[in-house]
């Protein structure tokens, strides 16, 4: 019975492996070679416009990195930065799930506000930080109203201290209707070997 149920359970995570597709991934962790960079515009899948924002992690202010590198939206000149994604394509009327982690500046002083946009859909959203705010997961379901896409990362303030970002991503869910499916066949064979 253990043998069958670490077999489902390798099944299933298969299955989940297989049906969240990603549109768009980046942890920011092969930026710079892995080193810490002020006022970073390098990055291979985003622009940065409107102000600075800076890598931070690898070699130094590893407290500030989440999993080796993250993104201080507010860089050290003073102006806080806007990150905007590459361009990918997306399915109209596809639904996806756009995730990223976030934390306060870690560094005191006044709180953080930013902006999130994903271009595609009608989805956008203001974030307000205090200083000492610890990593969490932001998750947002959103539907796509077009073919083309972009994320957005617009940074208030100005003080060289920001908001936190990290593992940003766009995937399509798996369907729950297939895992329920499979989970079903992976029953009834249970069952029947049982029976036997």
Same mark, same amino acid.
């Given at each position: 019975?253990?043998?069958?149920? !670490? =077999?489902?359970?390798?099944?299933?995570? $298969? %299955?989940?492996? &297989?049906?969240?597709?990603?549109?768009?991934?980046? @942890?920011f962790?092969?930026?710079?070679?892995g080193?810490?960079?002020?006022?970073?515009?390098?990055?291979?899948?985003?622009t940065?416009?409107?102000?600075?924002?800076?890598?931070?992690?690898?070699?130094?202010?590893?407290?500030?990195?989440?999993?080796?590198?993250?993104?201080?939206?507010?860089?050290?000149?003073?102006?806080?930065?806007?990150?905007?994604?590459?361009?990918?394509? !997306? =399915?109209?009327?596809?639904k996806?799930? $756009? %995730?990223?982690? &976030?934390?306060?500046?870690?560094?005191?002083?006044? @709180?953080?506000?930013?902006?999130?946009?994903?271009?595609?859909?009608?989805?956008?959203?203001?974030?307000?930080?205090?200083?000492?705010?610890?990593?969490?997961?932001?998750?947002?379901?959103?539907?796509?109203?077009?073919?083309?896409?972009?994320?957005?990362?617009?940074?208030?303030?100005?003080?060289?201290?920001?908001?936190?970002?990290?593992?940003v991503?766009?995937?399509?869910?798996?369907?729950?209707?297939?895992?329920?499916?499979?989970?079903?066949?992976?029953?009834?064979?249970?069952?029947?070997?049982?029976k036997?």
């Amino acid at each position: 019975m253990k043998k069958i149920f !670490v =077999m489902m359970s390798a099944i299933l995570l $298969f %299955s989940t492996s &297989i049906f969240a597709m990603p549109v768009f991934l980046d @942890d920011f962790n092969n930026e710079n070679n892995g080193s810490t960079a002020l006022n970073y515009v390098g990055f291979s899948q985003w622009t940065v416009d409107q102000g600075s924002v800076d890598l931070v992690g690898g070699n130094q202010y590893t407290n500030l990195a989440l999993d080796g590198m993250s993104v201080d939206l507010d860089g050290s000149t003073r102006n806080a930065g806007r990150m905007t994604s590459i361009q990918f394509n !997306v =399915m109209n009327g596809q639904k996806y799930t $756009f %995730s990223f982690d &976030i934390a306060g500046n870690q560094r005191g002083g006044n @709180d953080d506000t930013f902006d999130v946009l994903v271009s595609f859909s009608n989805y956008s959203e203001t974030f307000t930080l205090a200083p000492n705010v610890a990593w969490s997961t932001i998750t947002r379901e959103v539907t796509a109203s077009g073919n083309t896409a972009q994320i957005v990362f617009n940074h208030s303030g100005g003080d060289n201290v920001g908001a936190l970002l990290d593992n940003v991503s766009l995937v399509v869910p798996e369907p729950s209707s297939l895992l329920l499916f499979g989970a079903g066949i992976l029953g009834l064979g249970m069952y029947r070997r049982m029976k036997k």
